[in-house]
T-cell receptor, first 114, second 119 residues
Framework: ETGVTQTPRHLVMGMTNKKSLKCEQH?????MYWYKQSAKKPLELMFV???????ENNSVPSRFSPECPNSSHLFLHLHTLQPEDSALYLC?????????????FGQGTRLTVV | AQTVTQSQPEMSVQDAETVTLSCTYD???????LFWYKQPPSRQMILVIR??????QNATENRFSVNFQKAAKSFSLKISDSQLGDTAMYFC????????????????FGKGTKLSVKP
Protein backbone atom coordinates (compact mmCIF):
# COMPACT_ATOMS: atom_id res chain seq x y z
CA GLU A 1 0.00 0.00 0.00
CA THR A 2 1.63 3.21 -1.18
CA GLY A 3 -0.91 5.71 0.15
CA VAL A 4 -2.28 6.58 -3.29
CA THR A 5 -5.78 5.28 -3.95
CA GLN A 6 -7.48 5.09 -7.31
CA THR A 7 -11.11 4.39 -8.06
CA PRO A 8 -12.60 2.57 -9.78
CA ARG A 9 -10.19 -0.33 -10.25
CA HIS A 10 -11.95 -1.41 -13.44
CA LEU A 11 -14.12 0.56 -15.85
CA VAL A 12 -15.86 -0.43 -19.04
CA MET A 13 -17.40 2.40 -21.02
CA GLY A 14 -18.93 2.99 -24.40
CA MET A 15 -17.53 5.54 -26.78
CA THR A 16 -20.39 7.95 -26.08
CA ASN A 17 -20.19 7.71 -22.29
CA LYS A 18 -18.77 10.23 -19.84
CA LYS A 19 -16.93 8.90 -16.82
CA SER A 20 -14.32 10.09 -14.32
CA LEU A 21 -11.32 8.46 -12.72
CA LYS A 22 -10.43 9.48 -9.20
CA CYS A 23 -7.10 9.59 -7.41
CA GLU A 24 -6.58 10.42 -3.76
CA GLN A 25 -3.49 10.81 -1.59
CA HIS A 26 -3.16 11.92 1.99
CA UNK A 27 0.62 11.85 2.05
CA UNK A 28 0.95 15.61 2.04
CA UNK A 29 2.44 15.54 -1.44
CA UNK A 30 2.41 18.61 -3.63
CA UNK A 31 2.69 17.01 -7.05
CA MET A 32 0.30 14.59 -8.73
CA TYR A 33 0.52 12.85 -12.08
CA TRP A 34 -1.56 10.87 -14.55
CA TYR A 35 0.16 8.16 -16.59
CA LYS A 36 -1.19 5.89 -19.30
CA GLN A 37 0.15 2.33 -19.45
CA SER A 38 -0.56 0.45 -22.66
CA ALA A 39 0.64 -3.02 -23.54
CA LYS A 40 4.15 -3.15 -24.99
CA LYS A 41 4.64 0.62 -24.65
CA PRO A 42 6.47 2.68 -22.03
CA LEU A 43 4.40 4.50 -19.47
CA GLU A 44 3.26 7.76 -21.00
CA LEU A 45 3.03 10.86 -18.84
CA MET A 46 -0.26 12.62 -19.49
CA PHE A 47 -0.60 15.42 -16.97
CA VAL A 48 1.34 16.91 -14.07
CA UNK A 49 -0.10 19.06 -11.33
CA UNK A 50 2.07 20.93 -8.86
CA UNK A 51 0.35 22.72 -5.99
CA UNK A 52 -2.97 22.28 -7.81
CA UNK A 53 -1.72 24.00 -10.92
CA UNK A 54 -1.32 22.09 -14.16
CA UNK A 55 2.28 22.35 -15.25
CA GLU A 56 2.45 19.71 -17.94
CA ASN A 57 0.12 18.53 -20.66
CA ASN A 58 1.84 16.14 -22.98
CA SER A 59 -0.26 16.67 -26.09
CA VAL A 60 -3.08 14.64 -24.67
CA PRO A 61 -6.33 14.67 -26.69
CA SER A 62 -9.05 16.91 -25.32
CA ARG A 63 -11.29 13.92 -24.67
CA PHE A 64 -9.16 13.56 -21.53
CA SER A 65 -9.73 16.40 -19.08
CA PRO A 66 -7.88 16.55 -15.75
CA GLU A 67 -9.05 18.33 -12.64
CA CYS A 68 -7.19 18.98 -9.41
CA PRO A 69 -9.58 20.57 -6.91
CA ASN A 70 -7.06 20.36 -4.05
CA SER A 71 -3.66 18.92 -3.38
CA SER A 72 -5.10 15.58 -2.22
CA HIS A 73 -7.37 14.81 -5.14
CA LEU A 74 -6.90 14.41 -8.86
CA PHE A 75 -9.54 13.49 -11.41
CA LEU A 76 -9.41 12.45 -15.03
CA HIS A 77 -12.68 13.17 -16.84
CA LEU A 78 -13.31 11.02 -19.89
CA HIS A 79 -15.71 11.63 -22.76
CA THR A 80 -16.15 10.26 -26.28
CA LEU A 81 -13.18 7.95 -25.91
CA GLN A 82 -11.86 5.65 -28.61
CA PRO A 83 -11.07 1.93 -28.33
CA GLU A 84 -7.34 2.74 -28.52
CA ASP A 85 -7.74 4.62 -25.23
CA SER A 86 -8.18 1.29 -23.47
CA ALA A 87 -5.27 1.00 -21.05
CA LEU A 88 -4.24 1.06 -17.42
CA TYR A 89 -4.34 4.61 -16.09
CA LEU A 90 -1.97 5.21 -13.21
CA CYS A 91 -2.00 8.09 -10.79
CA UNK A 92 1.13 9.04 -8.86
CA UNK A 93 2.14 11.64 -6.34
CA UNK A 94 5.45 12.96 -5.05
CA UNK A 95 6.44 15.35 -2.27
CA UNK A 96 7.49 17.94 -4.82
CA UNK A 97 7.93 18.04 -8.54
CA UNK A 98 11.31 16.80 -9.57
CA UNK A 99 14.29 16.85 -7.21
CA UNK A 100 14.66 13.09 -7.54
CA UNK A 101 11.97 12.38 -5.03
CA UNK A 102 10.21 9.08 -5.14
CA UNK A 103 6.88 8.90 -6.93
CA UNK A 104 4.20 6.86 -5.21
CA PHE A 105 1.79 5.11 -7.55
CA GLY A 106 -1.78 4.00 -7.17
CA GLN A 107 -2.96 0.58 -8.29
CA GLY A 108 -4.43 1.99 -11.45
CA THR A 109 -7.76 1.91 -13.23
CA ARG A 110 -8.08 -0.67 -15.99
CA LEU A 111 -10.15 1.11 -18.63
CA THR A 112 -11.82 -0.70 -21.49
CA VAL A 113 -13.55 1.32 -24.19
CA VAL A 114 -16.10 -0.64 -26.20
CA ALA B 1 14.61 14.36 -25.57
CA GLN B 2 15.44 11.63 -23.12
CA THR B 3 14.78 7.99 -23.92
CA VAL B 4 15.08 4.86 -21.83
CA THR B 5 15.64 1.45 -23.39
CA GLN B 6 15.15 -1.92 -21.77
CA SER B 7 16.28 -4.51 -24.27
CA GLN B 8 15.01 -7.58 -22.42
CA PRO B 9 11.21 -7.90 -22.67
CA GLU B 10 11.21 -11.05 -20.51
CA MET B 11 13.63 -12.87 -18.25
CA SER B 12 13.46 -15.76 -15.87
CA VAL B 13 15.64 -16.88 -12.99
CA GLN B 14 15.67 -19.72 -10.50
CA ASP B 15 15.02 -18.77 -6.92
CA ALA B 16 18.13 -18.03 -4.90
CA GLU B 17 20.01 -17.21 -8.10
CA THR B 18 21.19 -13.81 -9.32
CA VAL B 19 19.77 -11.97 -12.29
CA THR B 20 20.73 -8.71 -14.00
CA LEU B 21 18.27 -6.51 -15.85
CA SER B 22 19.63 -4.10 -18.44
CA CYS B 23 18.78 -0.47 -19.01
CA THR B 24 20.35 2.16 -21.22
CA TYR B 25 19.29 5.74 -21.64
CA ASP B 26 20.00 8.67 -23.83
CA UNK B 27 20.34 12.21 -22.55
CA UNK B 28 22.42 15.32 -22.98
CA UNK B 29 21.93 16.23 -19.34
CA UNK B 30 24.76 15.91 -16.87
CA UNK B 31 22.69 15.84 -13.70
CA UNK B 32 19.72 13.53 -13.35
CA UNK B 33 18.25 10.66 -11.38
CA LEU B 34 17.72 7.07 -12.38
CA PHE B 35 15.22 4.69 -10.85
CA TRP B 36 14.15 1.09 -10.95
CA TYR B 37 10.46 0.51 -10.24
CA LYS B 38 8.77 -2.82 -9.68
CA GLN B 39 5.19 -3.56 -10.69
CA PRO B 40 3.95 -6.90 -9.27
CA PRO B 41 0.88 -8.60 -10.72
CA SER B 42 -1.24 -6.62 -8.25
CA ARG B 43 -0.19 -3.61 -10.37
CA GLN B 44 0.93 -1.12 -7.74
CA MET B 45 4.25 0.31 -8.85
CA ILE B 46 6.83 0.66 -6.09
CA LEU B 47 10.31 2.09 -6.03
CA VAL B 48 13.13 -0.45 -5.83
CA ILE B 49 16.21 1.70 -5.96
CA ARG B 50 17.38 5.19 -6.93
CA UNK B 51 20.69 6.56 -8.20
CA UNK B 52 21.84 10.17 -8.41
CA UNK B 53 23.98 10.71 -11.51
CA UNK B 54 26.49 12.86 -9.61
CA UNK B 55 27.28 9.97 -7.26
CA UNK B 56 29.89 7.57 -8.51
CA GLN B 57 29.07 4.95 -5.91
CA ASN B 58 26.51 2.41 -7.04
CA ALA B 59 23.31 2.39 -5.02
CA THR B 60 22.39 -0.72 -3.07
CA GLU B 61 19.22 -1.69 -1.26
CA ASN B 62 19.42 -5.08 0.45
CA ARG B 63 19.37 -7.70 -2.35
CA PHE B 64 19.11 -5.04 -5.05
CA SER B 65 22.07 -3.18 -6.47
CA VAL B 66 22.81 -1.22 -9.59
CA ASN B 67 25.74 -0.97 -11.95
CA PHE B 68 25.73 2.66 -13.02
CA GLN B 69 28.04 3.45 -15.91
CA LYS B 70 27.54 7.15 -16.64
CA ALA B 71 29.80 7.38 -19.66
CA ALA B 72 28.10 4.40 -21.24
CA LYS B 73 24.67 5.63 -20.11
CA SER B 74 23.94 2.26 -18.64
CA PHE B 75 22.01 1.48 -15.46
CA SER B 76 21.55 -2.23 -14.82
CA LEU B 77 19.78 -3.78 -11.85
CA LYS B 78 21.17 -6.85 -10.11
CA ILE B 79 18.89 -8.94 -7.95
CA SER B 80 20.73 -11.34 -5.69
CA ASP B 81 19.21 -14.37 -4.00
CA SER B 82 16.05 -14.03 -6.11
CA GLN B 83 12.76 -14.79 -4.39
CA LEU B 84 9.36 -15.75 -5.74
CA GLY B 85 8.05 -12.38 -4.59
CA ASP B 86 10.46 -10.68 -6.98
CA THR B 87 8.28 -11.84 -9.88
CA ALA B 88 7.07 -8.60 -11.49
CA MET B 89 7.52 -6.11 -14.29
CA TYR B 90 10.61 -3.98 -13.72
CA PHE B 91 10.78 -0.51 -15.16
CA CYS B 92 13.85 1.63 -15.52
CA UNK B 93 13.13 5.36 -15.33
CA UNK B 94 14.97 8.65 -15.85
CA UNK B 95 14.29 12.03 -14.28
CA UNK B 96 15.91 15.34 -15.16
CA UNK B 97 17.05 17.58 -12.37
CA UNK B 98 14.81 20.62 -11.98
CA UNK B 99 16.00 23.72 -13.72
CA UNK B 100 14.57 27.03 -14.71
CA UNK B 101 11.96 26.09 -17.26
CA UNK B 102 11.44 22.89 -19.17
CA UNK B 103 10.03 19.65 -17.92
CA UNK B 104 10.66 18.97 -14.30
CA UNK B 105 9.99 15.92 -12.27
CA UNK B 106 8.78 13.87 -15.19
CA UNK B 107 9.73 10.24 -15.01
CA UNK B 108 10.61 8.82 -18.42
CA PHE B 109 10.08 5.07 -18.38
CA GLY B 110 11.39 2.19 -20.42
CA LYS B 111 9.05 -0.49 -21.76
CA GLY B 112 9.80 -2.79 -18.87
CA THR B 113 11.21 -6.27 -18.33
CA LYS B 114 8.96 -9.05 -17.14
CA LEU B 115 10.88 -11.10 -14.60
CA SER B 116 9.71 -14.53 -13.56
CA VAL B 117 11.33 -16.24 -10.58
CA LYS B 118 10.93 -20.01 -10.81
CA PRO B 119 10.91 -22.33 -7.81
Amino acid sequence: ETGVTQTPRHLVMGMTNKKSLKCEQHLGHNAMYWYKQSAKKPLELMFVYSLEERVENNSVPSRFSPECPNSSHLFLHLHTLQPEDSALYLCASSPSMGRGTEAFFGQGTRLTVV
Amino acid sequence: AQTVTQSQPEMSVQDAETVTLSCTYDTSENNYYLFWYKQPPSRQMILVIRQEAYKQQNATENRFSVNFQKAAKSFSLKISDSQLGDTAMYFCAFMKLPNYGGSQGNLIFGKGTKLSVKP
